[in-house]
């Protein structure tokens, strides 16, 4: 059998209670075939194969089912122990009982058959036959008497006349039949008390030779069944050679009671003979039923262990599994609607649930990864700088674009606390200070404009903060949103002075002229026709004017030009060429001293106004020239160099001295109208150079060198034969750290 068909046939309930009921009947069979010597002995033997096969079935039953749980319960799987619990459980508590009950029904049994046996009632059984015999003798004799009293009346009669007075005869003796014989046998005549039998019932040789040796005969003759005993006499009549046979009919009762005691006689000694054998087939008989009873009942307790730890065994196999985080786990609804079929379904109720929640929160996480992945690059795709901090001034949050404005390194704010900052860059301590207020005391909606001084120079942020709402019960974050503005504020400021020197270039310049022409005229009317002494001081007095009404006249010019609009003439310009042009100006005019270049762009063209570039240049050549006056030995350098950087490529010219520096006060704001530290000088030059450069589509900084000296660098785009590079370049990249204007 397949291993499986075996498990079934052993788990299935329908052979095993077959099996049970054919072993009880084959059991049932033999105690009644115990009860009956005769069918003992044909059916017992048969009955009892049949019922030690029945058995040894169910032993092989029973054993595959110990063998199973054996195996189970080392295995330590789900609901073994339990099982095997209840097994020896309910072998105890059916044992007990079932063995108590054998020892006292055998006791019984085999005291019980001892007694039948017992010597009195032995006794009791041979003379109530010897009595029975007795009774029967005496009835003979009777008979016998009374026939023999029968021939002594017969003496004096004829042969004929006998045979006439034969029915008188036999009514007279209330015998059944007479008959008269002749000595060799044959029938003289008969008379029958039924007129119908007129065949005689003659006596046989042997009874015969009897009678005519001399003797009479008497005996017993047994009918069929339903007919009583009969007894018949025959006598012999030696005088004339005759014989007289009567047959008598005993009374019923003598038959009864007769029969009643000689069977009864025979069963005792038939039992009395079987004892015992009878006494083994009973204790056998009550043996394979105690063994039946055991079997069955080790069966029926792995069955109902079986059927009532399955569901158990189940949960407890769900349970793991949870445990395990298997949230799927569906079980097998029992067939019975009980207690242990309402726990399986709210088991399987309950692991649903718990699945369905995960699900959600795995939704939920995922959905909020997602809000939070979004977010993250949201925050990083912002350029204005984030940073959210908790209610104690930490702070949480804090994006890229929040550590460039603040010229920090990726992640230095990130647990960075507000009370915490001492060992932190100057201006991070100036931001700290400013916001603070703000976030200690949950402004909403607040809104500032911040400075912050640093290596870099002066910095202006703009500052937005509100508190992030919260879920009920947690305290209040802070978000600050910040947005670097200096070089908004720059543009603003420089357009505001355009618009400043537009206006006074339009009105100082006006009365210049006049002013001085009425100088001179003053000083040609009456310079001749004064006295020595005044026209000295006349002289004196319209020279300055003069001069000073052309000082002006500089100044405005100087203004126009900061406030002109933009005329631009772009055309390719080669700019290593540009550059040699205006130093060979210089060097006409005989100052090379000191003057130096490197030229490296490979002719790089760039799209530009040759004039106003120029322009650029001589500011620049102009500044660096004043600053190395009385530097020993003097150094003013010109560089170039063509670059590639973030996509964008540019030719970068930078004029560099070895003069006294830039002063640190003015560095941060350098390019700024009216910032100077020149008495005569206007403040204007750098301004116009930065405005040039950012009209070409540049960028120009300035920086002190490390040793001596001061450093501008501006950087031009390249005219490119294919234009989607520089298309490709938004903005060209400017200095890492230093003070820019670009
Ligand atoms: P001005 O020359 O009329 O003062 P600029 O705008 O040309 O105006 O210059 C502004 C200021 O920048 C100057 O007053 C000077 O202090 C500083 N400066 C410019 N170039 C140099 C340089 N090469 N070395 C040192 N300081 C310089």
Redesign the pocket.
Known sequence: MAPGALRHFTASALPAVLLLVLVLLSLHLMSSAVQNAERLSQLFIPLLIASVLGLAALVIVVGINIVQLVIRYRSHASGSHLTLRMVVVFIVLSLAPAAVVYYYSQQFLLHGIDSWFDVKIDQAMEDALALSQASLDLHKRERLKTTQRLLEDLQGSSVAGLSLSLEDLREKAGATELVLLESTGQVIASVNVDPTILVPDEPDSSILQQVRSGGDFVGLTLGSEDEPLTVRVVVNEPVRGMLLQAIYTTSTDITTLTGTVQGAYNRYKELAFLRTSLKNTFTIALALVLLFGLLAAIWAAFYSARRLVAPIADIAEGTRAVADGDYDMQLPLPKAKDELGFLVASFNAMTRRIAQARDEATRSKLEVEAQHAYLEAVLRRLSSGVLVLDPSGTIRTANQAAHDILRLDSDTLLDLSLDDVTSQPPHLRQFSDAITTAVVSQQQDWREEIVLYGADGRQILLCRGTILEQPEGELAEYVLVFDEITALVRAQRDAAWGEVARRLAHEIKNPLTPIKLAAERLRHKYLNKMEPKDSDVLDRATHTIVQQVESMKDMVDAFSEYAKPPQMNPEPVEIDALVTDVLDLYRSAGMEAGLEYSLNTDGALVEADSRRLRQVLL??L???M??VEGVEPPLVRVATCRKVEADCHFVELG?L?N?????EE?LSH?FEPY????T??????????KKIVEEHGGRIW?ENRPKA??C?ILRLPVLMANMSDVAACAQIPGPNSRSEAG
């Open positions: 500011n620049l102009k500044n660096a004043e600053a004029v001295d003069g006294v520096g830039f002063d003015i350098l910032v100077t530290t020149k005569k000088g206007s403040g204007l030059g750098l301004a116009i150079v300035a000296g001061a501008v």
